[in-house]
Nanobody
């Protein structure tokens, strides 16, 4: 079993950047596909991006393509989400998630482990 802890959220102006971290303990993140999801107030949790175990395969939802980047540091057992050119509509609680299966998916129901979330607020 793996435990996930997100950090790095905060308040930023539109056009700014943030880097979210998802630190794992208990097992190596190399054993999991990893993803970031987000949930805005009054909305359902939605997929943002996933990364395969190796990091070689990534997939982004259209609204963040070209602005967000997921990457792993296996030595630190941490996954990151670099967010640039932030927009007010990016405001949400961001969650990292781990999937034990070998099938990459955007379906949040397929992810086995979740962090507690970190708040990102983008002001206009």
């Amino acid at each position: 079993q793996v435990q996930l802890v997100e950090s790095g959220g905060g308040l930023v102006q539109a056009g700014g950047s943030l880097r979210l971290s998802c630190a794992a303990s208990g097992r190596s993140l190399e054993n999991y596909n990893m993803a970031w999801f987000r949930q805005a107030p009054g909305k359902e949790r939605e997929f943002v991006v996933y990364s395969s175990r190796s990091g070689m395969i990534t997939y982004y939802t259209d609204s963040v393509k070209g602005r967000f980047t997921i990457f792993r540091d296996n030595a630190k057992n941490t996954v990151y989400l670099q967010m640039n050119s932030l927009k007010p509509e990016d405001t949400a609680v961001y969650y990292c998630a781990a999937d034990r299966s070998f099938v990459l998916t955007t379906d949040l129901g397929r992810y086995d482990y979740w962090g507690q979330g970190t708040q990102v607020t983008v002001s206009s």
